[in-house]
């Protein structure tokens, strides 16, 4: 099993549509990071978060650490906002590094 | 602030080669870690380096190594290329959390291609 897991693993919505991108995860952690990949390889790094919850814009990212899940929601969802979003966990166990999720494919129609 | 940047940004290697990756960090920013993306693995960290020594390291042969110079710079070296390392290598900086990474700033990565 994953440290991190990801679910969906592809998403297909509406534009306007309101996104929800879960992630799990089974280890020791100090932060976890959510991460945008677009076609290209490029990744943005949208929020890093240790609890509660962080908001920029249209995004949020909530994280329950006593449930070791956070979800990462999309209010009012664009075209532009298809990408790949990717989960990660700064451990705390053995060597402390970001541990990846598989990614959720986001496709947002117009 | 100018951003992560890495060179080249495409590599051809045959097999048995070796190659070096290079990543210059957000000025200010000591850390740097390495990750290889691949479509079967996706993202796997490679290490860390901060402040010239390697902090974190992941599991990967002994093939994979880097450093850090004085300027936060940092190279990668991957020898006896195998057709399984082709990959997209991304480096991150960040700013210095106590023992581990903080916020990843990524630069557009290295596409490696083993033949």
Known sequence: KNEVEQSPQNLTA???????????YSVGISALHWLQQHPGGGIVSLFMLSS??????RLIATINIQEKHSSLHITASHPRDSAVYICAVSTIQGAQKLVFGQGTRLTINP | KAGVTQTPRYLIKTRGQQVTLSCSPISGHRSVSWYQQTPGQGLQFLFEYFSETQRNKGNFPGRFSGRQFSNSRSEMNVSTLELGDSALYLCASSTDLAGGPGEQFFGPGTRLTVL
């Open chain 1, 14 to 24: 509406q534009e306007g549509e309101f996104i929800t991108i879960n992630c799990s």
């Open chain 1, 52 to 57: 509660g919850k962080k908001k920029h814009g």
